[in-house]
């Protein structure tokens, strides 16, 4: 047996808040407690100084793009480009970096863009060229621009091509399938290997890859799943079934773990395809509808019966009112417990009020949810309220609700959507744009550790902690003051007082710097160094 004493530190354990030191023997926690002791139990330890830092359980993403993120981690990141003119002068310079193969750019947002156009086709094969195949996809990812040669090698495009507009729908999804096909497989696996080490970087040990037929394709999914790297990937496939021996022979095919994440019920906000009730305020139209309440009632009866996770991707009102449907019909026929017991989860769940609320925690849902999103479009001028008015906006992300209801919340980032940084995540959960929608510090981060591991089906009481028994994952981090705080400076919930025995976090205030990670390790083994 191997075994390591780290010494020196600042523990975040429920069990030891007051620790020093952590023993940790052949990738297992051991022991914690003062490092005299800790001696003493374990002489023949390896030693590691912390010189003070602070260590917490490592985080996991439980619904992250890989490709996409890498490919723009190492191609044309358009996040910043802060017009369309600056979007086009990175095409240009894209091009001339990159002299052949399809020109692929992630993160673009018109709605902060003083004349809010997107570039057109032609536009793009100005500033690329003649013939070059360019796939442009906006922030949210359920919209994009394409250069002509590329719509021309796509094909009839169908609905959700408009000459002039963003694609959307199903001409998107063609769009996307033949822009991807054109990668090879070293840019993919270069793209793959930026991604994965951009999470470990960020003390992330696991990712759940929300993979589907109109997302990244199969040939992705199971290359991503073979490929070689530190950070343990949990794949999702988006794709209906309708009887148990299908979903278990989908599974077996692709060799994915579950049939859900970004299964689409509608699109997104953003693009004016998430699907609503009632009109949007800044366009005509309810957005787009993919799977009625019998598609998702099928699938999540197959699933429950094969005994396999199910999920759904739902922003709107009326997507949420689809998949609520779903679940009472299926726990109706099975049981609730039955459909408890596979934990399927509801992806985003942005527009869910309280009857749906009520609903999905009494079926034991899972709700996998992104606080950046509201930190990036929410508030009184943010885009959810030019997409909804003002008096639908502040209803969305009611992370406080969700919990108090009992539904468990898994924190993500939909990475390359909003920025894989759990601590930022964290943050954007605690101060909601809408009063009273956000959570205390200490159930954020619960909400990104154990929730996040609870949402890809490990219910083991141990995971994402750091206690005798459990894994050791864990991130180093150098990390200022540590504090005891409640969701708002009005609430006090837990005693500031050290014998409360409540473990203290960084501080998380706007504007405060957050943690910078020192190593993150998984199951004992150093998977991130500084």
């Not at 020109?103 to 003083?114: K, S």
């Not at 693009?271 to 366009?283: K, N, Q």
Request: some cysteine.
């Amino acid at each position: 047996m191997s075994t390591q004493l780290l010494i020196g530190g600042r523990f975040y354990s429920s069990s030891s808040p007051d620790a020093t030191a952590m023993a940790v023997t052949d990738g297992t926690v051991v022991w914690l407690g003062a490092e005299a002791p800790g001696r003493a139990m374990h002489p023949g330890a390896e030693i590691v100084d912390l010189d003070g830092a602070f260590v917490a359980p490592a985080f996991v993403d439980p619904h992250v793009h890989v490709t996409a993120l890498g490919l723009q981690l190492t191609g044309l990141d358009l996040s910043g480009a802060a017009s369309r003119a600056e979007l086009l002068a990175a095409v240009r310079a894209q091009a001339q970096r990159q002299p052949d193969g399809v020109i692929i750019g992630e993160g673009w947002d018109d709605t902060t863009w003083a004349d809010g156009r997107p570039p057109t086709a032609a536009e793009l094969d100005d500033a690329a060229g003649p013939g070059r195949l360019v796939y442009l996809a906006r922030v949210d990812a359920h919209s994009a621009v394409a250069s002509s040669a590329l719509l021309d090698a796509a094909g009839p495009l169908g609905d959700g091509f408009e000459r002039g507009a963003p694609l959307r729908a199903d001409a998107h999804h063609r769009v996307r399938t033949v822009a991807f096909a054109e990668l090879g497989r070293a840019q993919r696996d270069r793209a793959r290997a930026a991604a994965l080490d951009d999470a470990a970087a960020h003390g992330i040990v696991a990712v759940h890859e929300c993979a589907g037929p109109d997302i990244s394709g199969r040939d992705d999914v199971r290359e991503l799943l073979t490929f070689e790297h530190g950070v343990q990937v949990r794949a999702y496939w988006g794709e209906a079934v309708s009887s148990a021996d299908e979903a278990r022979a989908l599974v077996a095919e692709l060799g994915v773990h579950a049939l859900g994440g970004d299964l689409f019920v509608d699109g997104s906000l953003g693009s004016h395809t998430a699907l609503l009730r009632e009109s949007y305020a800044d366009a005509a139209g309810c957005g787009k509808s993919f799977l009625d309440a019998d598609t998702v009632t099928a699938h999540l009866r197959a699933c429950t019966e094969a005994g396999i996770q199910a999920g759904f991707h739902a922003i709107g009102d009326a997507a949420m009112d689809t998949v609520v449907a779903g679940f009472a019909r299926v726990a109706a026929e099975l049981g609730g417990p039955a459909v408890a017991a596979r934990g399927h989860r509801v992806e985003h769940a942005e527009m869910i009020d309280a009857a749906a609320i009520e609903q999905l925690a009494a079926v034991g849902a899972i709700a996998s949810v992104q606080p950046g999103f509201d930190a990036a479009w929410g508030g009184p001028d943010g885009m959810y309220a030019t997409r909804l008015g003002a008096e639908r906006a502040v209803g969305l992300n009611p992370f406080a609700a969700m919990a108090a209801a009992g539904i468990t919340l898994a924190i993500g980032s939909d990475a390359p959507v909003t920025v894989m940084n759990p601590w930022e995540q964290i943050r954007a959960a605690v101060h909601h744009r809408t009063t009273g929608h956000g959570v205390s510090p200490r159930a954020a981060f619960a909400a990104a550790t154990r929730g996040a591991w609870r949402a890809g089906g490990v219910r083991d009481g141990i995971g994402g902690t750091l206690v005798p028994g459990a894994p050791a994952s864990y991130a180093v981090w150098d990390a200022g003051d540590l504090v005891v705080a409640a969701a708002a400076d009005t609430v006090q919930r837990w005693s500031t007082d050290p014998r409360s025995r409540v473990p203290g976090l960084p501080v998380l205030a706007p504007g405060a710097d957050l943690p910078t990670c020192l190593r993150t390790v998984h199951n004992g083994t150093t998977i991130y160094s500084a």
